[in-house]
Nanobody, 117 residues
Framework: QVQLVESGGGLVQAGGSLRLSCAAS????????MGWFRQAPGKGRDFVAI?????????YYADSVKGRFTISGDNANDTVYLQMNSLKPEDTAVYYC?????????WGKGTLVTVSS
């Protein structure tokens, strides 16, 4: 069983920064990737960023966050971070950590990020 715990959410003014963290525990050896998704009020869950451990730790971002958010992580410790800069009100959402292992998706419970205008 894999458990993911996010932290670092909160309330911030537009233009501010936050750093989210996610730690995985359990049977996580050789996970394929870790990443972040978000769900705004009344909307579906959207991709934000991912880091793929295989192939050298390549990172990918949604167009809406490119240049503002940076994903990083430590494969050995199954941790992933999301540095969010220049935050906008439209970034307000619950942010979920994701881990893919042998084709299965695992999710954290989410951490709320609120950006005030």
């Amino acid at each position: 069983q894999v458990q993911l715990v996010e932290s670092g959410g909160g309330l911030v003014q537009a233009g501010g920064s936050l750093r989210l963290s996610c730690a995985a525990s359990g049977r996580t050896s050789s996970s394929n990737s870790m990443g972040w998704f978000r769900q705004a009020p009344g909307k579906g869950r959207d991709f934000v960023a991912i880091i793929r451990w295989s192939g050298g730790g390549h990172t990918y971002y949604a167009d809406s966050v490119k240049g503002r958010f940076t994903i990083s992580g430590d494969n050995a410790n199954d941790t992933v971070y999301l540095q969010m800069n220049s935050l906008k009100p439209e970034d307000t959402a619950v942010y979920y950590c994701n881990l893919v292992l042998n084709g299965a998706n695992y999710w954290g419970k989410g951490t709320l990020v609120t950006v005030s205008s």
